[in-house]
Structures are given as structure tokens and as C-alpha cells.
């Protein structure tokens, strides 16, 4: 049996964690969009704005959005003239994601599959963009190693994530973290666990440094990274030069 995986505070078996994740989307699947702009108060569209501004897709680019979800970073890069695949582990998320690019008038493939394991061709893609996805993903170094084998070489890859936040506004996002989204998610998408978990798993998160050690220990170079909303969230980038 491999080593212990985190699932928000727990330690679960690592074979465990996919199929507990999943769990979670699989309930908050319909008020999923909903949620993200509770919480955050309508501020993920703007992060997202920005990860799509500095990925700096050219039209007829080949990306991969792993972790797609309900396919905002998806239609955005669409938006711009790539050629995007979307990609989640969770089907209900990427049936979601799915839908809404279809909505938007715009069709692209959509694969389910586990990011530790793409089943994509070495060197298939200019860029690849993971949205609010990492936190979950059992073991993220061989995530991040799949990555970079898909990467062409000038390839390039943006994680866009929550992180750590400035110190002294610690205790505030404290008290939010583990008391208002609960609230929310029990009485707006009816599960206060989801979103116990959600903010239990931002905590046990590599920050900012860890993260960026990680991209870098993966072979991705030129690495760094933007703080947004004073740290609650992270974008980092990453070159695959060779």
C-alpha cells in the first residue's frame, strides 16, 4: 500500500483520496458555479481573467485544460483562438464543463481522465492550464511530471491556485474559511462537508515557495508567480525549455 495521501486534515490511504474527492464534486456538481461566486464574491472570474491574460495563448495553440471543472478557463482560452482540450477525472464536473462550452457556441474535446496518467502524446501541447485542481490530486508530483511530458519544449504551464494569504489577514480568512463557507454549503448547495473539506485542503496546500520548488523539481524553468487577493490565491508559471 503506497503512503498516506491528505484529505483536507484526515490521512487516508492514497487510493482512498480520488474516489473521496470525487465524491465531493459529484454532490456539489450543480451549484458548483454558484458557489465559486458566493464565496468569492464574483473575484475567481477576475483570477481566471488573469491566468488567461498571462498565459498568452496565440490563436491555433494547442492547450490543455486539466481539471476543467465547468470550463471557465476552457471558454476564455477558446475565446482567444486555441484549440482547446478540456480534461477533468470527475465526469459530472466535465459533462458540466462540457455543456457550458456547447452553450457558449463553441465545441472542443473533452477527455476524462486522472492528470497522473494523460493519455495524450509526448510534446501535445503549447500550453496547459490547471485551474483550482492540484489541491486535489493524489500524488501532484507525478501530476506535474505528466505535465511536462505533454509540454512541447517553449511549452508552458499555469497553475492558478489558493495559497497562502498575508499574514495578518490570517485570522479574518480563518474565520471565514471555517465558518462562513460551511454555512454556505450547507444551506446553498446543501453539503457543509464539501466545503469544510475545501478549506481544510487550501491548508494543507504547498504555498507559494513550496509550490513554485515543486514546478521547478518537475523541470520546468523560469518559474514565478503572482499573488492575488493578498495571497488567498496564487498563479504560477513555468517553462518547459527543453
Known amino acids: ?37 458566493l464565496m468569492s464574491a464574483g473575484l475567481h472570474r477576475l483570477w481566471k481573467a488573469f491566468a488567461v491574460a498571462v498565459a498568452r495563448v496565440r490563436p491555433g ?10 470550463g471557465d478557463l476552457a471558454r476564455a482560452l477558446a475565446a482567444r483562438g486555441a484549440d482547446v482540450w478540456m480534461s477533468d477525472v470527475n465526469a459530472r464536473m466535465l459533462a458540466r464543463g462540457r455543456d457550458r462550452m456547447r452553450d457558449a457556441g463553441r465545441i472542443a474535446p473533452a477527455v476524462q481522465c486522472d492528470a497522473e496518467r494523460l493519455p495524450f502524446a509526448a510534446a501535445a501541447f503549447d500550453c496547459v492550464t490547471l485551474g483550482f485542481g492540484l489541491r486535489n490530486m493524489t500524488r501532484k508530483e ?6 511536462v511530458r505533454v509540454l512541447k519544449p517553449g511549452g508552458r504551464l499555469l497553475v492558478l491556485e489558493f495559497s497562502r494569504v498575508w499574514p495578518p489577514l490570517a485570522p ?12 454556505l454549503g450547507r444551506h446553498v448547495a446543501g453539503d457543509e462537508a464539501a466545503y ?17 520548488a515543486m514546478l521547478e523539481a518537475a523541470g520546468l524553468e523560469r518559474v514565478e508567480h503572482f499573488n492575488l487577493a493578498a495571497g488567498v490565491v496564487a498563479l504560477h508559471r513555468g517553462w518547459k525549455l527543453r
Request: net charge negative; hydrophobic share 45%; charged share 30%.
Open 1 to 37: 500500500m503506497s503512503a498516506p495521501a491528505d484529505f483536507g486534515f484526515e490521512r487516508v490511504p492514497a487510493e482512498e483520496k480520488a474516489a473521496r474527492v470525487g465524491g465531493v464534486f459529484d454532490r456539489v456538481a450543480d451549484r458548483y458555479d454558484l458557489m465559486n461566486d
Open 61 to 70: 495553440e494547442r492547450v490543455l485544460d486539466l481539471a476543467t471543472g465547468s
Open 142 to 147: 507525478a501530476a506535474l511530471a505528466e505535465v
Open 172 to 183: 479574518a480568512y480563518d474565520f471565514y474559511s471555517f465558518r462562513v463557507l460551511p454555512w
Open 196 to 212: 469544510r473539506y475545501l478549506a481544510e485542503s487550501i491548508r494543507v496546500h504547498p504555498d507559494q515557495e513550496a509550490l513554485r
